[in-house]
């Protein structure tokens, strides 16, 4: 009897010891944060030498926004448009004189003096009117009802399948080599786009191929998916500080044509 009670008063004893343990195991986790209803951020190393980071944005709770023709040849970080932005990437690739490449649209408006790709050749473009759409053929002239539009070349998934190590020959010093990378992508479902950065040029850190881009967009759930400006170019902005690690050779952030901004709906 006596010894029945005192296993009783040790397991009252022990109970809160047992219980907060039990409660400092940490919960599974995917490796996303959430940073705001809406928006999710990852940072992870795939591969030995890499670094990568992610956005995942519910378009139901999050609003694209590309920076307007006022703001080309200024760095993400300066654009008034990205004030308050919950984050921000670069976008289009463009020319010396800042103009970007391909089907561009700001506020419902055309960018002036675009630049077209080669004849019969259509970039991809991420379109959003009342819902977001990734073409991977765009038309020559914006359809009506598009409040954005962003270029960029070439694709990384295509109908769930990603591009391969040998697509990538056909364009060997911008798809085979490592590079810093910015890529876009869509889900099947159309109301969740994904936003990929990889740093690069940082000694063992060289950055991705397309193919590995590609690939990694594809395990994230993109269907449609395309490379935007990368390099040097390439910026992420969390509440408007940098987080992408900068290549060695650059390390200040690079003036770009353009940038997308979310906000909350």
Same mark, same amino acid.
């Given at each position: 009897m006596?010894?029945?009670?005192?296993r009783? %008063?040790? $397991?009252?004893l022990?109970?809160?010891l047992?219980?907060?343990g039990?409660a400092? =195991?940490?919960?599974p986790t995917?490796g996303?944060?959430? @940073?705001?209803?809406g928006?999710?951020?990852?940072a992870w190393s &795939?591969?030995?030498g890499?670094e990568v980071q992610?956005? *995942?944005?519910?378009l139901?709770?999050v609003?694209?926004v590309?920076? &307007?023709?006022?703001?080309a040849g200024? $760095? =993400?970080?300066a654009m008034?448009?990205?004030q308050?932005a919950?984050?921000?990437v670069n976008?289009s690739f463009?020319?010396r004189?800042?103009?970007p490449?391909?089907?561009t649209?700001?506020?419902?408006q055309p960018?002036?003096e675009?630049?077209q790709?080669?004849?019969?050749?259509?970039?991809p473009?991420?379109? %959003?009117?009342?819902?977001?759409v990734?073409?991977l *053929?765009?038309?020559v002239t914006?359809?009506?009802g598009?409040?954005l539009?962003?270029s960029? /070349?070439?694709?990384? =998934?295509?109908?769930?399948?990603?591009?391969?190590?040998?697509?990538d020959?056909? %364009?060997a010093y @911008? %798809?085979?080599? /490592?590079?810093p990378?910015?890529a876009?992508g869509?889900?099947?479902?159309?109301?969740?786009?994904?936003?990929l950065?990889a740093a690069?040029?940082?000694g063992?850190?060289?950055?991705? $191929?397309?193919s590995?881009?590609?690939? @990694?967009l594809?395990?994230?759930?993109?269907? *449609?998916?395309?490379n935007?400006?990368?390099?040097?170019?390439? $910026?992420?902005?969390?509440s408007g500080?940098?987080?992408?690690?900068?290549?060695?050779n650059e390390?200040?952030?690079?003036r770009?044509a353009?940038?997308?901004?979310?906000f909350p709906?």
């Amino acid at each position: 009897m006596r010894a029945a009670f005192l296993r009783l %008063c040790l $397991t009252w004893l022990l109970l809160p010891l047992l219980l907060a343990g039990c409660a400092s =195991v940490p919960a599974p986790t995917d490796g996303w944060q959430a @940073l705001a209803p809406g928006l999710r951020y990852r940072a992870w190393s &795939p591969w030995p030498g890499s670094e990568v980071q992610a956005l *995942q944005v519910d378009l139901a709770q999050v609003r694209p926004v590309l920076s &307007p023709p006022t703001e080309a040849g200024q $760095t =993400v970080e300066a654009m008034a448009s990205g004030q308050g932005a919950l984050a921000s990437v670069n976008a289009s690739f463009f020319d010396r004189d800042f103009r970007p490449r391909g089907l561009t649209v700001s506020a419902g408006q055309p960018w002036p003096e675009l630049l077209q790709p080669a004849p019969a050749v259509a970039d991809p473009v991420l379109a %959003c009117a009342l819902r977001c759409v990734i073409l991977l *053929q765009a038309p020559v002239t914006p359809e009506p009802g598009w409040q954005l539009a962003v270029s960029g /070349t070439p694709w990384l =998934v295509r109908d769930g399948e990603p591009r391969t190590a040998e697509d990538d020959t056909l %364009c060997a010093y @911008l %798809c085979a080599r /490592t590079h810093p990378r910015t890529a876009v992508g869509l889900d099947a479902s159309g109301r969740t786009l994904l936003l990929l950065l990889a740093a690069g040029r940082r000694g063992d850190v060289a950055g991705l $191929t397309l193919s590995q881009t590609a690939q @990694l967009l594809r395990d994230l759930g993109a269907w *449609q998916a395309f490379n935007l400006d990368g390099g040097g170019s390439s $910026t992420l902005l969390v509440s408007g500080s940098s987080r992408l690690p900068r290549p060695f050779n650059e390390p200040a952030l690079r003036r770009v044509a353009n940038a997308l901004h979310f906000f909350p709906r």
